[in-house]
């Protein structure tokens, strides 16, 4: 396998994404298998070649610098899963 | 009513034949009829027949479009101001839309009765539609077959005829595939062609919404409204819109069709392969020239895209952190808990294969020999497409190695479902436009139903002129 458990503990730490213990094996075993695919790759020698990364090669398109968004604070914070004053809230991050 | 065209349907809107509301009523009560199939996650009964009375209306005072009063359905990754949009996933079951996406605007503007948004995999991730945290989606030719992802509940619900035309998102063949599978028509338009401005990301530079209907007019009728430059999508395309209905209609004389011998090879079913040989011959008959080609790099395009893929869904799939909206974990014991939690509980598996293949692709001394590496590919595939497409006016290939398979036949194994993608994925990476067509039906195995058949027809970007 490409890949141990701890690997995959630390790619679900670096993405904020809980996995449970049973089933970092399986997740494990499907990231090796994913990464293997991926090696294919190789056999193609891509030296000199640009990378694409839109496919109509378009650059990012400039607009003037005017205010086209409205207010919408409360409508926005509507869906919030909780908020107050006009804040989103989280638990305390500063002791 | 249901298996009439948008055309037949909006004459009989105009002569009285029946109404919108009636009309809007018809597919209410099929949606309701044919609930098994899981098709719809949200269905909008009294939205529906307000705008249906609106459509009449404006059918009445003269001031309508051809897409006036005709039902559709949206596929539930583009957002609908004041109606749930779940994008497939437990993390955005409470969600709902403070906007509309550019694509439910203008089909809102164009007096479209839109019934209710579409059953799909979990943030578009997949190919059977069994990812959905609403269930898995049935064909409707063979309930206990997938219909393909992820736009499957787009392609049951007009295969069914619980929608006259349904919108789909294609990533890597998220729209053709399921369209295959179902018999069905569905168009991935260029990239940047279709807006994806309120169309929930998935992989930025791949993602494109497209129309999927029962007939090819159908779909020009849906495209022509979907279609066009926006200014609040940034890699929205300006090129004009042509009339698409105007070029429906053309002969094929003279027409080149390119078959890459690639996508006949190995792991091809006998039956599509011969299907799609009497298409050939239908088209030689109309007067085409088949030309055959080899396009090498094509058989890198699964991994190149998995690792792409995934590395813009890690990226995209960050904003969902339980703070704004979506889904919070109870008692958070602190902020890195609540977004570990949050993320943990709501993510289905497949969605959190891709954010943490995404995630080791994108990190620290890998993103040469994966990301890079990927887009370096993407570039030789572009070319090998554009060099083929300079020899001939369109490619034609399969669009499914296979007839659609058994609902849990695949899900043990996600390279399995990854291959399936086979022939529709370079397409996204070159972001060229594409089609699966209705081109037959066969049984893949003796005693086995017989099952829809697509052929997937590939274009230049911009039409060369008078082939």
């Given at each position: 396998?490409?890949?141990?458990?701890?690997?995959?503990?630390?790619?679900?730490?670096?993405?904020?994404?809980?996995?449970?213990?049973?089933?970092?094996?399986?997740?494990?075993?499907?990231?090796?298998?994913?990464?293997?695919?991926?090696?294919?790759?190789?056999?193609?020698?891509?030296?000199?070649?640009?990378?694409?990364?839109?496919?109509?090669?378009?650059?990012?398109?400039?607009?003037?610098?005017?205010?086209?968004?409205?207010?919408?604070?409360?409508?926005?914070?509507?869906?919030?899963?909780?908020?107050?004053?006009?804040?989103?809230?989280?638990?305390?991050?500063?002791? | 009513?249901?298996?009439?065209?948008?055309?037949?349907?909006?004459?009989?809107?105009?002569?009285?034949?029946?109404?919108?509301?009636?009309?809007?009523?018809?597919?209410?009560?099929?949606?309701?009829?044919?609930?098994?199939?899981?098709?719809?996650?949200?269905?909008?009964?009294?939205?529906?027949?307000?705008?249906?009375?609106?459509?009449?209306?404006?059918?009445?005072?003269?001031?309508?479009?051809?897409?006036?009063?005709?039902p559709?359905?949206?596929?539930?990754?583009?957002?609908?101001?004041?109606?749930?949009t779940?994008?497939?996933?437990?993390?955005?079951?409470n969600?709902?839309?403070?906007?509309n996406?550019?694509?439910?605007?203008?089909?809102?503007?164009?007096?479209?009765?839109?019934?209710?948004?579409?059953?799909?995999?979990?943030?578009a991730?997949?190919?059977?539609?069994?990812?959905?945290?609403?269930?898995?989606?049935?064909?409707?030719?063979?309930?206990?077959?997938?219909?393909?992802?992820?736009s499957?509940?787009?392609?049951?619900a007009?295969?069914?005829?619980?929608?006259?035309?349904?919108?789909?998102?294609?990533?890597?063949?998220?729209?053709?595939?399921?369209?295959?599978?179902?018999?069905?028509?569905?168009?991935?338009?260029?990239?940047?062609?279709?807006?994806?401005?309120?169309m929930?990301?998935?992989?930025?530079?791949?993602?494109?919404?497209?129309?999927?209907?029962?007939?090819?007019?159908?779909?020009?009728?849906?495209?022509?409204?979907?279609?066009?430059?926006?200014?609040?999508?940034?890699?929205?395309?300006?090129?004009?819109?042509?009339?698409?209905?105007?070029?429906?209609?053309?002969?094929?004389?003279?027409?080149?069709?390119?078959?890459?011998?690639?996508?006949?090879?190995?792991g091809?079913?006998?039956?599509?392969?011969?299907?799609?040989?009497?298409?050939?011959?239908?088209?030689?008959?109309?007067?085409?020239?088949?030309?055959?080609?080899?396009?090498?790099?094509?058989?890198?395009?699964?991994?190149?895209?998995?690792?792409?893929?995934?590395?813009?869904?890690?990226?995209?799939?960050?904003?969902?952190?339980?703070?704004?909206?979506?889904?919070?974990?109870?008692?958070?014991?602190?902020?890195?808990?609540l977004?570990?939690?949050?993320?943990?509980?709501?993510?289905?598996?497949?969605?959190?294969?891709?954010?943490?293949?995404?995630?080791?692709?994108?990190?620290?001394?890998?993103?040469?020999?994966?990301?890079?590496?990927?887009?370096?590919?993407?570039?030789?595939?572009?070319?090998?497409?554009?060099?083929?497409?300079?020899?001939?006016?369109?490619?034609?290939?399969?669009?499914?190695?296979?007839?659609?398979?058994?609902?849990?036949?695949?899900?043990?194994?996600?390279i399995?479902?990854?291959?399936?993608?086979?022939?529709?994925?370079?397409?996204?990476?070159?972001?060229?436009?594409?089609?699966?067509?209705?081109?037959?039906?066969?049984?893949?195995?003796?005693g086995?139903?017989?099952?829809?058949?697509?052929?997937?027809?590939?274009?230049?970007?911009?039409?060369?002129?008078?082939?």
């Amino acid at each position: 396998m490409l890949l141990t458990t701890e690997d995959v503990k630390k790619i679900a730490y670096l993405a904020r994404l809980g996995i449970e213990n049973h089933d970092l094996d399986s997740y494990t075993k499907d990231l090796s298998n994913m990464l293997d695919l991926m090696t294919r790759m190789n056999e193609l020698d891509t030296e000199g070649v640009q990378a694409m990364a839109h496919p109509l090669d378009q650059v990012q398109r400039l607009r003037s610098d005017l205010i086209t968004e409205t207010e919408q604070r409360e409508h926005f914070q509507a869906i919030a899963p909780q908020v107050e004053d006009g804040l989103y809230l989280v638990p305390k991050v500063i002791e | 009513m249901y298996n009439k065209t948008i055309k037949e349907l909006a004459q009989g809107l105009r002569s009285g034949e029946y109404s919108s509301v009636e009309l809007t009523r018809h597919f209410l009560a099929r949606i309701k009829q044919y609930q098994h199939l899981n098709a719809y996650i949200t269905v909008t009964e009294e939205m529906a027949l307000r705008a249906a009375e609106v459509a009449d209306a404006r059918i009445a005072d003269g001031d309508a479009t051809l897409l006036t009063g005709i039902p559709i359905a949206q596929k539930d990754i583009f957002c609908t101001l004041g109606v749930k949009t779940s994008c497939g996933s437990k993390m955005l079951d409470n969600f709902i839309a403070p906007y509309n996406a550019t694509v439910v605007e203008k089909l809102d503007q164009a007096g479209a009765v839109m019934l209710g948004k579409l059953n799909m995999d979990e943030f578009a991730m997949g190919s059977s539609n069994e990812n959905s945290y609403y269930g898995a989606v049935k064909n409707p030719w063979n309930t206990t077959a997938v219909p393909g992802g992820s736009s499957g509940g787009s392609a049951v619900a007009v295969a069914a005829g619980l929608t006259v035309c349904a919108t789909g998102t294609d990533t890597g063949g998220s729209i053709r595939q399921p369209a295959a599978f179902c018999g069905i028509t569905g168009l991935k338009p260029t990239y940047g062609r279709v807006s994806r401005y309120g169309m929930i990301a998935y992989a930025s530079s791949l993602d494109q919404g497209g129309p999927m209907a029962r007939s090819a007019e159908d779909a020009a009728v849906l495209l022509q409204v979907m279609a066009g430059f926006d200014q609040k999508d940034s890699t929205s395309v300006e090129y004009p819109v042509p009339d698409y209905l105007a070029e429906l209609n053309k002969p094929l004389e003279g027409l080149k069709i390119g078959l890459p011998t690639e996508f006949f090879g190995d792991g091809l079913s006998a039956n599509i392969a011969a299907d799609l040989d009497n298409a050939m011959n239908a088209y030689r008959r109309l007067g085409a020239e088949i030309i055959e080609l080899s396009m090498p790099t094509l058989k890198l395009a699964i991994p190149a895209y998995y690792v792409i893929a995934s590395a813009e869904c890690s990226s995209n799939l960050s904003r969902f952190d339980g703070v704004r909206y979506g889904y919070r974990c109870a008692y958070p014991a602190d902020l890195t808990d609540l977004y570990i939690r949050s993320r943990g509980e709501a993510f289905g598996k497949e969605v959190k294969r891709r954010i943490l293949m995404g995630t080791y692709a994108l990190s620290a001394g890998y993103y040469d020999a994966y990301y890079l590496k990927a887009q370096k590919i993407r570039r030789l595939i572009s070319d090998d497409f554009k060099s083929a497409l300079s020899k001939v006016d369109v490619i034609m290939s399969p669009v499914t190695p296979t007839n659609a398979f058994g609902i849990g036949e695949k899900t043990a194994d996600p390279i399995q479902m990854y291959l399936e993608d086979l022939y529709t994925i370079a397409i996204n990476l070159a972001g060229l436009p594409a089609m699966s067509i209705p081109a037959g039906f066969s049984a893949d195995k003796n005693g086995s139903p017989a099952m829809p058949v697509g052929l997937q027809i590939i274009a230049i970007i911009l039409p060369k002129p008078g082939y």
